[in-house]
C-alpha cells in the first residue's frame, strides 16, 4: 500500500436474501507501481472481470509478458479475473 496512486479494485457480492453487501476481493495488479492507476476503469461479464491501468508503463505484450519492462511510458494495460476463483 505504498505506491501512491497505484490503484485498487474492491469487489463486493450482493445477499438476495438479506440485501446485504460484503467484500468479495480486494485486487491490485500482479506488477504494481506508483501512479498506474490500476482500477482506472472496469468491465464486468458475468464472473469475468477486467481492470484498466491508465497508466502502466509495461512494454509487455500478450499473457504473461515481462511486467518488469517499463520502457513504454504510460502505455497502458489490461487485468483479467475469473471472480470464481475468490
Do not use: I
Not at 14 to 27: F, G, K, S
Not at 51 to 71: K, P, R
Request: net charge negative; proline share 1%; aromatic share 12%.
Amino acid at each position: 500500500n505504498s505506491a501512491s496512486d497505484s490503484g485498487a479494485v474492491y469487489v463486493f457480492v450482493r445477499d438476495p436474501a438479506t440485501d446485504t453487501w460484503t467484500q468479495q476481493a480486494y485486487l491490485k495488479a500482479s506488477n504494481t507501481e506508483a501512479v498506474d492507476e490500476f482500477g482506472y476503469s472496469v468491465a464486468l461479464s458475468g464472473d469475468t472481470l477486467a481492470v484498466g491501468a491508465y497508466f502502466e508503463d509495461s512494454n509487455a505484450t500478450g499473457v504473461d509478458g515481462d511486467q518488469a519492462d517499463n520502457s513504454a511510458s504510460n502505455a497502458g494495460a489490461v487485468y483479467v479475473f475469473d471472480l470464481d476463483q475468490f
